[in-house]
C-alpha cells in the first residue's frame, strides 16, 4: 500500500494524472483502508466505490428510514429507530432510555414506552434531562411530522438532513464523507421523482423507495473533484 501510494503521489507530482483520474482496482475491499489511509499520509484523498449497490448503502437506507419515519411515527424497527441511530442524530444508549421509560406512572413506577412515544410526549424526569443531541432531534423530526402535511416530501427530507446538521458534516469531509453526501441527495432527487410520477401518499411512497432501492442497479455517487 506504502509502495503504491508513493508512485501515485509521483504520478500526480509529474502532471501525467490528477487524482480524480487514477483508479485501483482490487479483487477484495477488506484491506481497501490500508491504501486509502496510505493515500491520505501524502495528501491524496480517495473514495471507496463498489461491492456495495447505492441501495445499500448506509447513508441512502438511512434516507429510506426517514420517510418511512415521517410515514408512520409508530413503525421504530425500519424507521424511527435506525434514523435516530445513523449520523443523522447519532443517538446513545442515555438518549434511547429516556426515550422509551415512561415517568409519569400514578404510583412513582417506572414502565416502558414505545420510543415513538417519548418523542411525541417530550415528557421525561425532571432531573434527567435531554442531552443536546436527542434535543436537537425531537425538534428537527417533530418540524418535519408538521411540515409533511403541507410540503412536498422531498422537500422535507432535504430539510430534516439540512437541520440535524448531517448533510454540512458530511459536505466538511473528506473525499469519503462527501460521496456519502452525494448519494443522499441522489436518494431524496429520486424520492421526488417517484413521488412526481406515481403521485401516491406518503405511506405509498415510502413502500415503492424501498422497493426500488431494492432492486436498482445503479452505483453509487463518485464525486469528480478536481484534486
Known amino acids: 500500500a506504502q509502495q503504491l501510494a508513493d508512485r501515485i ?8 494524472f490528477k487524482a480524480k483520474d487514477i483508479v485501483i482496482l482490487m479483487r477484495s475491499l477488506s484491506h481497501a483502508n490500508l491504501y486509502m489511509d496510505a493515500l491520505r499520509q501524502r495528501g491524496i484523498e480517495s473514495v471507496l466505490s463498489g461491492g456495495t449497490g447505492f441501495g445499500k448503502l448506509p447513508e441512502v437506507q438511512s434516507i429510506a428510514s426517514l420517510l418511512m419515519a415521517l410515514a408512520d411515527i409508530h413503525d421504530t424497527e425500519q424507521g424511527l429507530f435506525p434514523v435516530l ?3 443523522m442524530f447519532s443517538l446513545e444508549a442515555s438518549d434511547f432510555i429516556l426515550l422509551a421509560t415512561n415517568w409519569g406512572s400514578e404510583d412513582g413506577s417506572l414502565s416502558k414506552r414505545g420510543i415513538e412515544s417519548g418523542l411525541l410526549s417530550q415528557e421525561f424526569q425532571d432531573d434527567l434531562q435531554p442531552s443536546k443531541r436527542l434535543e436537537r432531534a425531537l425538534e428537527v423530526l417533530l418540524q418535519a411530522r408538521e411540515d409533511i402535511k403541507s410540503k412536498h416530501p422531498a422537500d422535507v427530507l432535504l430539510q430534516v438532513v439540512r437541520a440535524s446538521g448531517w448533510i454540512t458534516r458530511l459536505e466538511r469531509g473528506g473525499a469519503q464523507e462527501r460521496s456519502q453526501a452525494a448519494n443522499i441527495l441522489a436518494a431524496i432527487r429520486r424520492i421526488r421523482e417517484l413521488n412526481e410520477e406515481l403521485q401516491v401518499g406518503l405511506t ?9 432501492l431494492e432492486v436498482t442497479k445503479i452505483a453509487p455517487s463518485v464525486l469528480n473533484d478536481e484534486h
Do not use: D, R, V, Y
Open 9 to 16: 503521489s509521483q504520478i500526480i507530482a509529474e502532471g501525467t
Open 85 to 87: 441511530t445513523s449520523g
Open 204 to 212: 405509498e411512497l415510502a413502500k415503492e423507495f424501498s422497493q426500488w
